[in-house]
Antibody
Framework: QITLKESGPTLVKPTQTLTLTCTFS??????????VGWIRQPPGKALEWLAL???????RYSPSLKTRLTITKDTSKNQVVLTMTNMDPVDTATYYC???????????????WGQGTLVTVSS | DVVMTQSPLSLPVTLGQPASISCRSS???????????LNWFQQRPGRSPRRLIY???NRDSGVPDRFSGSGSGTDFTLKISRVEAEDVGVYYC?????????FGGGTKVEIK
């Protein structure tokens, strides 16, 4: 059974760096055919994809946020960490991590999601 | 970036009646591997998104068969054959063919 859970601060100040951790179980992030992504959702707004990392350490970032994002993985802890620098009030959102996999001849996007963690950016 | 445009923004539906949500992409979504990575997600109030449909028309395990996906090229549709109370929420399409991954703006389904 695949599960993911996000953790991190609920409140950060403007200009600070946000560090979020996704702790997962039920799969191993050690092959190119498995990935974990981060998606955020400002209150009352749509979903926005941020970043994704694969078991072979390939990484993808949203171009609009690329300069502020870093995604890393710790396979020994079954964790994926997202850091976002220079936080601003517009970054207030619920942040989700989600699972991606390759099977057969197809990718399967975001079939499992964490519960999300609300991050508020305010002084 | 591929822009995903959903319509309508809001969809009031009578219980037991059908509902249809459109999703149009600014570019074709056929990947070089031959797959079309168009997904539909349901987000009930206060809950995480849940995938309903993957690769245009494949229903996820546990998803009621009243949900169906169709389309090709740049034009895709999610249909609910008979809306039930538990279907209330926001529905999002998402393309996974081109980087960056992009979501539609969402369609809110509510009961009339």
């Amino acid at each position: 059974q695949i599960t993911l859970k996000e953790s991190g601060p609920t409140l950060v100040k403007p200009t600070q760096t946000l560090t979020l951790t996704c702790t997962f179980s039920g799969f191993s992030l050690t092959t190119s055919g498995v990935g974990v992504g981060w998606i955020r959702q400002p209150p009352g707004k749509a979903l926005e994809w941020l970043a994704l990392t694969y078991g072979n350490d390939d990484k993808r970032y949203s171009p609009s946020l690329k300069t502020r994002l870093t995604i890393t993985k710790d396979t020994s802890k079954n964790q994926v960490v997202l850091t976002m620098t220079n936080m601003d009030p517009v970054d207030t959102a619920t942040y989700y991590c989600a699972h991606k996999r390759f099977e057969g001849s197809s990718w399967y996007y975001f079939d499992y999601w964490g519960q999300g963690t609300l991050v508020t950016v305010s002084s | 970036d591929v822009v995903m445009t959903q319509s309508p923004l809001s969809l009031p539906v009578t219980l037991g009646q059908p509902a249809s949500i459109s999703c149009r992409s600014s570019q074709g979504l056929v990947h070089s591997d031959g797959n079309t990575y168009l997904n539909w997600f349901q987000q009930r109030p206060g809950r995480s998104p849940r995938r309903l449909i993957y690769n245009v028309s494949n229903r996820d395990s546990g998803v009621p068969d009243r949900f169906s996906g169709s389309g090709s090229g740049t034009d895709f549709t999610l249909k609910i054959s008979r809306v039930e109370a538990e279907d209330v929420g926001v529905y999002y399409c998402m393309q996974g063919t081109h980087w960056p991954l992009t979501f539609g703006g969402g369609t809110k389904v509510e009961i009339k």
